[in-house]
């Protein structure tokens, strides 16, 4: 169940750009691969202390409640930090709370207690508060927190999230057990079952399974059927070579069939051979009237790569319409590539992986991005023709 609503990234590792033949996928679906791969910026567990303030709230139901009596004291709680009309990474952090209650059920554990904290309580009325809760599926034991500027601005402080901009908040998550002396923080992107196991304590049942299902997918190919959709691609916003800011999934993924990968403009090792391949590949698509394909080509190195410089590495690459380069925040790239299964800590040891995939029928391919491009060819073929399940 968690795996399917917040899987780590899994990728194909190529460190210092060992781009020779790629290792087998163990599952085949996007963000899989052989070895767990960190979610993008995920610090360590550390210890935190802090003095968490007694502060009246509101809940997402409007009703009056107090911060550390009502909410905290005596309970295990798991506390977020985020805002309604947030474009980043409140979404994935929510999300990643979900699997954690979903998880948490399936351990028939009860005893743990979520809290969100709205960064922007003048914005994020509890009818906002209880609409977002509902998009996700949050369910009881899950508190969405708004109040007034000072009261959210006390518990800020005391977690060291910052009460400025809501947008420069820090995404983190903190941790403690009933006693409220044990507190631990870290990314509030941490894969979810860290964060059961780290509330809970780890259940070898769950570890148990895990190993089991990373066994038989070993065995697997590098094709898989399985229809992901937005929860999983993300749908967050980013920009393309011509300075337009596009939703990730529904306006270059949904319904179609693509190829996708990732590289950065200044690069000076395969990027460059690698999306020359690519453009041959659209040639010959366009040779061959197969228009209807999209390329998608995801920069590692957002804080680089704006439109504008992308805008030139696409002409150089002699770029035709439907190619489509990928950046924005940086944040919101991090994550796309994450579960993308793309990610790397740094822009040089990004990945030379192609998915290429019929996102309607759910049917994906992972091969190398230096493959012939009469391979790439018959897998578009293959995403092309087939008619799902």
Not at 108 to 116: G, Q, Y
Not at 221 to 231: C, I, P, S
Not at 254 to 283: G, Y
């Amino acid at each position: 169940m968690l795996g399917l609503l917040l899987a780590p990234a899994l990728a194909l590792a190529h460190a210092g750009h060992d781009h020779g033949k790629p290792t087998p996928s163990v599952s085949g679906k996007p963000g899989a691969g052989p070895q767990a791969k960190a979610a993008p910026s995920a610090p360590a567990w550390e210890a935190a202390t802090p003095r968490v303030p007694d502060v009246q709230v509101r809940d997402q139901t409007g009703k009056l409640v107090r911060f550390h009596s009502d909410l905290i004291k005596g309970r295990k709680v798991a506390i977020n930090f985020i805002f309604t009309s947030c474009t980043s990474v409140c979404s994935p952090m929510t999300a990643t709370f979900r699997a954690v209650q979903q998880e948490l059920k399936a351990r028939k554990r009860d005893d743990v207690h979520l809290i969100s904290v709205s960064v922007d309580p003048l914005t994020d009325t509890p009818e906002t508060l209880t609409a977002f809760g509902k998009k996700f599926g949050a369910e009881a034991g899950w508190t969405f927190v708004t109040g007034s500027r000072k009261s959210i601005d006390e518990i800020l402080k005391a977690f060291a999230i910052g009460a400025g901009d809501p947008d420069d908040h820090a995404p983190l998550v903190y941790l403690s057990d009933e006693s409220g002396r044990t507190w631990t923080r870290s990314s509030g992107l941490a894969a979810p079952l860290a964060i059961v196991d780290r509330l809970v304590g780890a259940s070898v049942q769950a570890r148990d399974a895990s190993a089991q299902k990373v066994s038989a997918a070993a065995t697997t190919d590098q094709t898989t059927r399985q229809k992901l959709g937005a929860d999983w691609f993300t749908n967050l916003p980013v920009r393309t070579q011509t300075g337009n800011t596009v939703r990730f999934y529904d306006d270059l993924l949904k319904d179609r069939v693509v190829v996708l990968n990732s590289f950065f403009a200044s690069c000076k090792e395969v990027c460059s051979p690698m999306t020359h391949n690519l453009a041959k590949v659209q040639q010959q698509l366009a040779e061959k009237s197969m228009g209807n394909v999209h390329l998608v080509s995801v920069s590692v190195d957002p804080v680089n790569d704006t439109p504008d410089v992308l805008r030139g590495y696409a002409s150089r690459h002699s770029a035709r319409p439907g190619w489509t380069f990928v950046t924005g925040k940086k944040e919101n790239i991090d994550w796309v590539l994450h579960k993308l299964g793309l990610y790397e800590e740094t822009k040089d040891e990004h990945t030379a992986v192609l998915w290429v995939g019929n996102e309607r029928t759910g049917l994906w391919m992972k091969m190398h991005a230096m493959s012939p491009p009469s391979a790439i060819m018959n897998a578009i073929r293959k995403a092309q023709n087939d008619r799902g399940a």
